[in-house]
Nanobody
Framework: QVQLVESGGGLVQPGGSLRLSCVVSGFTLNFDAIGWFRQAPGKEREGVSCFSGRSSSTYYADSVKGRFTISRDNAKNTVYLQMNSLKPEDTAVYYC????????????????????WGQGTQVTVSS
């Protein structure tokens, strides 16, 4: 059974940092595309960062490039999103997702063709 469980969200001041975690089960991180997506109130869902285990490719949205880093620990079946220099516009519910089919990182983040989603974790950036 495939599951993705996010944690690590919270309230942080502008300029601060948070690290989100996504513990996965039922599949391996070595071969699948997995990523972080976010949705703010009144806005469309956005692909933030994705990687493809098969192609070893990584994608970052322009809005987070240089500030966010996606990583994984295969032994812990966990994917991380390190978020630095947070801005109020980063406020959103963040979701971890696995691609429905084998995808490159760019395609997965842009097309958002996910087969499985986590429950989401709230990130609020505010003073």
């Amino acid at each position: 059974q495939v599951q993705l469980v996010e944690s690590g969200g919270g309230l942080v001041q502008p300029g601060g940092s948070l690290r989100l975690s996504c513990v996965v089960s039922g599949f391996t991180l070595n071969f699948d595309a997995i990523g972080w997506f976010r949705q703010a109130p009144g806005k469309e869902r956005e692909g933030v960062s994705c990687f493809s285990g098969r192609s070893s490719s990584t994608y970052y949205a322009d809005s987070v490039k240089g500030r966010f880093t996606i990583s994984r620990d295969n032994a812990k079946n966990t994917v991380y999103l390190q978020m630095n220099s947070l801005k109020p516009e980063d406020t959103a519910v963040y979701y971890c997702a696995r691609a429905r089919v084998n995808s490159g990182a760019y395609d997965f983040c842009r097309k958002q063709d996910a087969g499985y989603w986590g429950q989401g974790t709230q990130v609020t950036v505010s003073s």
